[in-house]
């Protein structure tokens, strides 16, 4: 895996820096040749926010060329490959996604681990719903901020096990909420719909729940499992040798 993560500042105040700041070309002028940047990258999250909703300290919106360019000359140069429902990619703009994951996989953990281990708790589905709503609740003033952060460059998306080709896709941001006309959030179930791009090529067009689970013994999703392959996915794949468990 690899995240890659560059920062400019402009060299005058007026434009939303900071006095003695230097620019990153001028930063780099010692160098004999021209700097290039080319990343590839497995399951990385991602590590930009994006610069639509970056603000100056006065609380505006920063209209900064050397970064736009900066921006430009990494996306131009920089490819992530995503398997299947891999969450981590998924972070931190595709709120929702994470949060489906988050509700799936916590009575798992809880039913697996907690309740083995704790020989006087007996699980109970409604103790698990809620400790999870405690702790979405608990990280609630981070979405704002983590809903900004977008991919760039290019990624590249394979569905399954059985595609051989990916799909180049791009990130345009974490699905939304469906308002009505008067900007109300629409409730269906007692759970908002979520309104997410019918176009296969955006990211945000993929769910969580539109994936296949592996079965436990009882066949009951195996959410855990399952997110843990599609993150090793590539790692598993590029590996000249795997070892293996050998019973005494």
Request: charged share 25%; aromatic share 10%.
């Amino acid at each position: 895996q690899a995240s890659i993560g560059i920062q400019d500042e402009p060299d005058e105040p007026e434009q939303g820096g900071f006095e003695g700041s230097v620019p990153w070309k001028k930063t780099l002028s010692h160098l004999k040749e021209p700097l290039k940047l080319k990343t590839v990258s497995f399951a990385a999250p991602m590590s930009t926010i994006d610069r639509e909703n970056v603000l100056d300290r006065f609380d505006e919106f920063m209209h900064n060329i050397q970064a736009d360019t900066l921006l430009e000359v990494v996306s131009s140069n920089s490819v992530n490959f995503v398997f299947s429902c891999d969450v981590v990619p998924r972070a931190y703009g595709h709120i929702f996604y994470i949060n489906d994951v988050i509700r799936a996989i916590g009575p798992e953990l809880v039913r697996n681990h907690v309740s083995q281990k704790l020989s006087f708790f007996d699980y109970d589905e409604k103790i698990s719903t809620a400790v999870i709503d405690f702790i979405l609740a608990r990280t609630e003033p981070l979405v704002d901020v983590a809903a900004s952060f977008r991919h760039y460059g290019a990624l590249l998306y394979y569905g399954d096990l059985s595609t051989t080709t990916p799909t180049e896709i791009e990130d345009k941001g974490p699905a939304l909420l469906k308002r009505d006309s008067d900007d109300n959030v629409i409730i269906c179930d007692k759970k908002p719909i979520i309104e997410r791009s019918e176009n296969e090529q955006h990211f945000n067009h993929y769910a969580f729940d539109q994936y296949e689970m592996e079965k436990d013994a009882k066949g009951r999703p195996n959410y855990v499992a399952t997110l843990l392959k599609a993150h090793s996915h590539f790692p598993m794949s590029f590996a000249p040798f795997i070892s293996e468990k050998v019973d005494p």
